[in-house]
């Protein structure tokens, strides 16, 4: 599966962007989705996943009550809404693809999208 994220760009602290992450082929709903980051000489760290079906979600401790993974399997797309964004949230995000749950939380995911850059400014 090929994977394009887009939707990452410059915000002020306090505001919102709206990620995207659109998957080729026909079998997206067999697949786990996840979003990652990675902010200068840092490593990739998690940030959500959500299941097949979109029932079940999970969130770092760093971004949980303000960012929210969503998924449309009819249009083949997974979504990160990010509020009350911090400077520290600056950073690529990545999405990934898996038919496994543990791959995506273990951040070895089957595949990984390119990525988005997303900066907050203080």
């Known amino acids: 599966v090929q994977l394009q994220a887009c939707g990452g760009g410059l915000v002020q602290a306090g505001g919102s962007l709206r990620l995207s992450c659109a998957a080729s082929?026909?079998?997206?709903?067999?697949?786990?989705m996840g979003w990652f980051r990675q902010a200068p000489g840092k490593e990739r760290e998690f940030v959500a996943a959500?299941?097949?079906?979109?029932?079940?979600?999970t969130y770092a401790d760093s971004v949980k009550g303000r960012f929210t993974i969503s998924r449309d399997n009819a249009k083949n797309t997974v979504y990160l809404q990010m509020n009350s964004l911090k400077p520290e949230d600056t950073a690529v995000y990545y999405c990934?693809?898996?038919?496994?749950?543990?791959?995506?939380?273990?951040?070895?995911?089957?595949?990984w999208g390119q990525g988005t850059q997303v900066t907050v400014s203080s």
């Open positions: 082929g026909r079998t997206f709903s067999t697949y786990v």
């Open positions: 990934a693809a898996d038919p496994r749950w543990g791959a995506i939380i273990l951040r070895r995911p089957r595949y």
């Open positions: 959500i299941s097949w079906s979109g029932g079940t979600t």
